[in-house]
């Protein structure tokens, strides 16, 4: 694991965050979901962690409002359909993936959302009349935007399925040198699917530390009193993310500070994402979380200083006030 995330962090330019996330999503077995403009390397990052795990099966799939089910799960078997039974041909589609990357995802059409939701929750996919059962591992999806409440109640079962989700930005400033003009190495598979399930199996016996449960509790209850409410099963599921922080880290407990990736799964509407990071944070790491803040206000003040004076001894000031609390 370590490995993979030197990898993809020096092929992908401030993309640490959707990094963490995939890797998170693989230990926990847990889905990840990417929103962001175009050309923010989201297919780039699904293709690159697929491809880094030896032996995988993967299929990727772009859907769009024409899109038909025979594209995803696979053509109908003709051979059974001469004997009254309706199958699929699987092999090599959806259901036979380890690893699966739906690129716009809410354009699928419902009987596409209708069958996805039960491969992303059950992992399995009725067939002909049969239930077998899927190896999907990790299922990555991407869009340009959020699903939204008047999309129907397909697109709201499916983007619960996706635990851990994560808002992507374009490259900053500070990044755009490196974007325009670095040679950036390809991702090489460095890990084999075994390996993938024996962190799986590991972090899942992860204890969780009395403090963190207390943590844990703590938030849950102030995200409550904020209006934001997630669900016994995604808050459930939270604690298997808590445990894959843990275990990326090398801990042998989970800690209060592995709380802070939660800040990826327990909210409901993105309204509510900032938020709820908010919370996390400042319960799960509120010495990080005050030097945030800190650090969010020296950038104000610098910026706001421009060439007037005062604007510039305020700015001043407010450093040295920074550096006081720090220190």
Not at 9 to 29: M, N, P
Not at 113 to 136: F, M, S, V, W
Not at 297 to 302: G, L, N, P, Q, S
Request: charged share 25%.
């Amino acid at each position: 694991m370590n490995k993979l995330q030197s990898q993809l962090s020096a092929s992908l330019i401030e993309r640490d965050a959707e990094i963490r996330a995939c890797l998170l999503g693989l230990v926990a077995r847990e889905h990840v979901l990417m929103v962001g403009p175009p050309g923010t390397a989201k297919s780039l990052l699904a293709t690159s962690v697929a491809g880094a795990i030896g032996g995988a099966r993967v299929f990727s799939v772009l859907l769009t409002k024409f899109t038909a089910p025979e594209e995803v799960f696979g053509p109908v078997k003709l051979s059974a359909l001469k004997h009254d039974r309706y199958e699929r041909a699987l092999d090599g589609y959806a259901a036979t993936a380890e690893i699966l990357f739906v690129d716009e995802v809410w354009k699928a059409s419902s009987a596409i959302l209708n069958t996805l939701l039960t491969l992303l929750q059950e992992r399995q996919y009725d067939n002909g009349g049969a239930r077998i059962k899927c190896p999907l591992r990790l299922a990555i999806a991407a869009s340009n935007e959020w699903p939204s409440s008047e999309e129907g109640q397909e697109l709201g079962a499916v983007f619960d399925r996706f635990l851990i989700r994560r808002r992507v930005q374009p490259v900053s400033p500070q990044g755009r040198d490196r974007l325009l003009y670095s040679v950036l190495p390809t991702v090489a598979p460095c890990g084999a699917l075994a390996n993938v399930d024996a962190s799986s199996i590991t972090a899942a016996a992860l204890p969780v530390s009395a403090e963190a449960r207390t943590a844990l509790a703590t938030i849950l209850d102030e995200l409550s009193g904020a209006g934001i409410r997630p669900g016994d099963r995604r808050s459930r599921k939270s604690v298997s993310v808590a445990r894959a922080a843990a275990y990326l880290e090398g801990a042998t407990e989970v800690q209060p500070h592995h709380l802070e990736d939660l800040a990826m799964v327990l909210w409901c509407d993105p309204e509510q994402a900032d938020k709820a990071a908010e919370i996390i944070s400042r319960i799960a790491n509120p010495v990080g979380a005050r030097i945030n803040e800190i650090l969010r206000a020296v950038d104000e003040a610098v910026q706001a200083a421009g060439t007037d004076a005062a604007a510039r001894m305020a700015a001043i000031k407010k450093l040295e006030e920074s550096e006081r609390e720090v220190g």
